[in-house]
Every structure is written in C-alpha cells, then in structure tokens.
C-alpha cells in the first residue's frame, strides 16, 4: 500500500491487532481499510468516500464509524466492515464514543458545537 494518504489510524481497545486507517484521496487507496494483524495485511473495508476519522467500540472491535469528508456523513459498521449503513448528515469533523457506553456518542461539528446521540448516532440532540 505504497503512497497512501492516512489521515486517521484507530486500535481496538479489545483486540490491540486489529486496526483500522482511513484515506481519503487516492482514488485506488480510498476508504476505511482493516488488519487483524497488527498492520499485515491491510484491506479494504468497503466503507466508501474519502474518510476524515475512524473510531471504534471500546467493547467490539466490529463496531466502527467512519466520517466521510466534505459531506459531513458518518457511516456505522457492526460488522467489521463487511456493510456499512449512513448513521447522520451533519458537519461532522470529530467523534468520540463513551468508553462505558458505547452507545453515547459525541460529535464535534464544524460550527464550533458538539453533539451528543445516545442511541448508538441513530440520532442526536
């Protein structure tokens, strides 16, 4: 994977071998990819778009969000990347999820504010 851009790099709490990175401009290297085995071999998760953050379940290593940039989306996977399902539509620029409960997740927007969901970024207030 020679000239690939990284712009983020997440460990599973879990399982320390399983890593994922996201890249967001080569057109052949775009995406969220995955490694189970601490960084040999990489390969591509099927999480589309140009990827700004990736962060994963402190308690599942299967559960994944990615943001895709300049369209503010995130993306959830609870299968390890196998599919992926859009989760929310705003500005994102950061997320962070509650390592006692996964399923309240903070976002941080790109007009200085930050968003809380409570049901796993099915929705947010």
């Known amino acids: ?9 997440a460990i599973a709490q879990n399982e320390p071998r399983t890593l994922y990175l996201g890249a967001p401009y080569s057109s052949d290297f775009q995406g969220v990819f995955k490694t189970t085995d601490a ?8 999480a589309p778009g140009r990827i700004l953050f990736v ?3 402190p308690k ?11 369209d503010g989306k995130i993306v959830k996977t609870t299968g390890g990347g196998a599919n992926w399902s859009e ?7 950061a ?11 903070y976002a941080g927007l790109d007009k200085f504010s930050v968003w809380l969901s409570d049901d796993g970024a099915r929705s947010w207030h």
């Not at 989760?87 to 620029?93: E, K, V």
């Not at 997320?95 to 997740?105: K, S, V």
Request: hydrophobic letters at 35%; a neutral charge.
């Open 60 to 70: 599942d290593s299967r559960t994944v969000y990615a943001g895709i940039t300049f």
């Open 55 to 57: 962060t994963i379940d």
């Open 39 to 46: 960084g040999q071999p990489w390969t591509r998760s099927g």
């Open 1 to 9: 994977m020679s000239n690939l851009d990284v712009w983020c790099l």
């Open 87 to 93: 989760r929310a539509g705003l500005s994102i620029t």
């Open 95 to 105: 997320l962070a999820i509650d390592p006692r409960d996964p399923q309240r997740i």
